[in-house]
């Protein structure tokens, strides 16, 4: 096994990858987003953080957090995100993934893949540049042309706050500086 080792930096700003097991697209189904939006804010008002970005497509959600001033727990929120809504899923008889005996011993279940992708955001510019990656997303991964097209976004809060122009969301992206974001492990 792997020596995984995660930034911890208290009171941080943090880039995450968090995918469905075997890639399910599951929040194609409204259900699903609703109870992903539920446990979101069910962790929130238990351990509060800022939700700076969010980006839904239908297995995978980016998203960019800002911790509380000396806090470093965002792997026991997104553990609590995965397991509320993983119990909602599957009580509404939502589809999982098959599950070694293995798995269900360890008490996982076929929903979520076991872990996360996390990036410290080091400066104002990382913060930028994963800011844009995440609303871009949908129109890389073809689900639309135009980023103010996708409605599974924090894009339209920053339109209505002024953050981006509604033009932003044509596509007028400078794509060229995700170049070197290591956007292997964002996939």
């Not at 939006?37 to 980016?62: I, K, Q, S, Y």
């Not at 844009?132 to 997303?137: F, G, I, Q, T």
């Amino acid at each position: 096994m792997s020596d995984y080792r995660r930034a911890y930096v208290p009171g941080g700003s943090f880039f995450f990858t968090v995918v469905t097991e075997r890639r399910a697209p599951i929040f194609r189904a409204e259900t699903a987003r609703m109870f992903l939006g539920t446990a979101l804010r069910d962790c929130r008002r238990n351990w509060p953080f800022r939700l700076d970005a969010l980006v839904l497509l239908d297995e995978h959600c980016h998203a960019i957090w800002t911790l509380p001033e000396g806090d470093t727990r965002y792997s026991a929120r997104w553990g609590f995100i995965k397991k509320e809504f993983t119990k909602a899923w599957l009580a509404a008889e939502g589809h999982e993934q098959a599950c070694s005996p293995s798995r269900l011993k360890q008490r996982r279940r076929g929903v979520w893949q076991r872990r996360f992708w996390e990036h410290a955001l080091r400066d104002e510019n990382d913060y930028a540049r994963h800011f844009d990656y995440v609303h871009y997303n949908p129109v890389k991964h073809g689900y639309v042309e135009r980023v103010q097209d996708w409605p599974y976004s924090t894009f339209h809060r920053y339109v209505k706050q002024g953050v981006y122009d509604t033009d932003r969301g044509g596509g007028n992206f400078d794509t060229s500086v995700f170049d070197d974001l290591d956007t292997t492990a964002m996939e």
